[in-house]
């Protein structure tokens, strides 16, 4: 199969679609394709492919302060929030609007359709101007009683990085006994975070976003915690989540999930990277917003509005100087919609509609935050050069509203 491949020159600021898979995370991948056994199988060769899940497993486990018997390999954080949110067996489902949509559709799906697992009932909260998840919104929905809720907030935000206070929701909810799921897809690497001091019941893992393989992930299920399977079929996974495991991919992931101590050591590195990115970029025109400025946030991502200039039109251009950065949440690119974590800032159509993502990860340089600065101002240039005194539309034609300048 001939594989395209981007230019060599071009320079990726995506990661948190998907990270660049670490060399040495290749390297076990490859070697652990070249296995042949199946973990269940009780020759010499299924020993050795249950040895390098169960080596993978403790490795996941220790990157989260868990132990490996609470970790469920599954094929990616989507499916980890799904098995979270239907197995977890309680009527109500308590989210956030700027939850991702495995967890908005996920929660949406189950309230729609009762005879899978019974009645559900979803409710959506709050979020703040710099979207924050309103501990008070959470308070008045949990009621009296929680024993029949699940509440599941996210620790990292995909499309803004603002990062929840996940610990005090968790205390909050467990004291009207309901529990708690977090996705933590968008954290490793980037933020040091543990299943205890986040205090959660359950928290969902992808491999991909830090240096992994795509289409692998894990669910942290706390022991003791009741979850039904979302598939069902051979006992893999002890019961929770049957299928024939998927070794190399779960031998990335442990490989990834050691070398994030590295990440972590390098985020300072990456912080500035990004925050020399934001200021620069103000520079050039003090009107670009930084969305969620003001809270929290992961150290690698960059929410930018540029005025007047839609979205899809910066990222095309942007791609064209091989800068490859994106339009809101990734994962519904290719179908422009405006963003939902935008909209629930209370941030207008004409700045959601021009808001790119910028974010960095290991391999990131000082000379990406060059090739990136010196391509908007040139891609920023030409564009003033055609549409100077501001016209009421974009340069693709395309957004009603925006200003160009
Ligand atoms: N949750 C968050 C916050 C994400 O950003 C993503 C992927 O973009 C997912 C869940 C889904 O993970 P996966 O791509 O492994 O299915």
């Known amino acids: 199969m001939n594989l395209r491949r981007p230019a060599t020159d071009a320079i990726y600021l995506d990661y948190n679609a998907t990270a660049p898979v670490k060399p040495q995370v ?18 010499q060769f299924g020993r050795a492919a249950r040895e390098a899940v169960e080596e993978a497993r403790e490795r996941v486990a220790a990157m989260i302060g868990a132990t490996a018997a609470e970790i469920i390999f599954t094929a990616g954080g989507t499916e980890a929030n799904n098995t979270a949110l239907a197995g977890a067996g309680r009527r109500r489902l308590i989210v956030s609007e700027i939850e991702h949509p495995s967890i908005l559709r ?6 729609q359709n009762s005879s899978a697992g019974g009645e559900r009932e979803l409710r959506v909260l709050p ?49 009207r006994g309901a529990l708690v799921h977090c996705d933590a897809v ?3 690497g980037r933020i040091a975070f543990g299943v205890d001091s986040l205090g959660v019941d359950m928290l969902s893992l992808s491999a991909h976003k830090f240096g992994g393989p795509k289409g692998v992930g894990a669910l942290f299920l706390r022991a003791g915690v009741d979850l039904k399977a979302l598939v069902a079929g051979g006992g893999q996974e002890r019961g929770w989540r049957a299928g024939t495991e998927n070794v190399p991919g779960i031998v990335g992931f442990g490989t990834a999930a050691q070398l994030a101590a590295e990440d972590l050591q390098n985020a300072p590195h ?28 992961l150290p690698n991502t960059s929410c930018i509005s540029m005025p007047g200039v839609q979205s899809e039109t910066q990222v095309m251009g942007l791609d064209l100087s091989g800068v490859a950065v994106s339009a809101g949440s990734a994962c519904s690119s290719g179908k422009v919609e405006p963003s939902h974590v935008l909209r629930a800032l209370g941030a207008p159509d004409a700045e959601t509609g021009c808001a790119i993502r910028i974010s960095f990860g290991w391999a990131s340089r000082e000379a990406d ?31 009603a509203g925006a200003v160009e300048r």
């Open 106 to 111: 996920a929660g949406e799906t189950l309230s």
């Open 369 to 399: 935050v060059e090739k990136l600065v010196s391509a908007w101002r040139a891609f920023y240039a030409g564009l003033s050069a055609r549409y100077t005194g501001g016209v009421s539309q974009s340069p693709d034609g395309a957004g």
């Open 127 to 175: 979020v703040d101007g710099d979207g924050v998840v309103s501990l008070e919104a959470l308070d008045q929905a949990l009621g009296e009683g929680g024993e029949d809720a699940l509440v599941s907030i996210m620790l990292a935000n995909n499309e803004t990085g603002v990062i929840q206070p996940v610990g005090e929701i968790a205390t909050l909810a467990h004291a």
């Open 186 to 188: 968008q954290a490793p």
């Open 270 to 297: 990456v912080a500035a990277l990004r925050d020399s990115v934001e200021q620069r970029l103000r520079a050039i025109d003090p009107e670009v917003r930084i969305f969620s400025a003001g809270a929290a946030r």
């Open 26 to 43: 290749i390297e076990a991948i490859a070697d652990a394709l070249a296995m042949t056994g199946n973990p269940s199988s009780v020759h």
